[in-house]
């Protein structure tokens, strides 16, 4: 294991990226509110982020992740993000912010840059508006993966079940006779 990793998982008891997504396997089967809703528990978390996150010159983005979930409201986001900004996070967020007012809220609590992703939570908002409530950076997560999966799941398909127009034969062509 690398000395970053080891740093990481020592104090907050996360394991190292390589094992993520066993990690996330574990938590999806117990309850959100367990895993959300420990104050603690995140904190250490973002700590032990943070100090590795120190070590290599890396912009460290922590979010309190249980408004959107729906395991506590806007008020307890804002002590997370609070906390996760004395601790050394440079970029903050919320995902899943009900409204343009508790965008503006939250940015307007902390001090440094604070994210916004499109899709999740309030959306038809213009960049003129998410700019206006005080946000620094806007991300799309997983919207581009989500819009490909949709495009590629209505995706005509040849004979043998292989997207058209993908590969050397689009599916619709016959294939050469030598």
């Not at 590795?52 to 307890?76: C, H, M, N, P, S």
């Amino acid at each position: 294991m690398k000395t970053h990793q080891k740093a990481w998982l020592k104090p907050s008891g996360l394991p190292p990226k390589r094992d993520w997504l066993d990690f996330r396997s574990k938590i999806d089967n117990q309850s959100l509110a367990s895993q959300y809703a420990i104050f603690d528990a995140a904190v250490a978390r973002v700590a032990a982020a943070v100090a590795a996150a120190r070590k290599y010159d890396i912009v460290l983005t922590a979010r309190a992740d249980g408004v959107g979930k729906g395991v506590y409201g806007l008020d307890e986001a804002i002590r997370r993000l609070k906390a996760f900004e004395a601790l050394g996070a440079e970029v903050l967020y919320a995902p899943g912010v009900p409204d343009l007012a508790s965008l503006e809220q939250i940015c307007s609590s902390v001090s440094v840059p604070v994210n916004h992703v499109l899709g999740q939570g309030v959306s038809g908002l213009t960049f003129e508006q998410i700019a206006g409530a005080g946000v620094r950076r806007i991300s799309v997560g997983g919207s581009l993966a989500r819009g490909w999966r949709s495009t590629n799941e209505n995706s005509p398909r040849d004979r043998n079940g292989e997207l058209c127009g993908v590969g050397k034969r689009s599916g619709l062509e016959q294939p050469s006779r030598s």
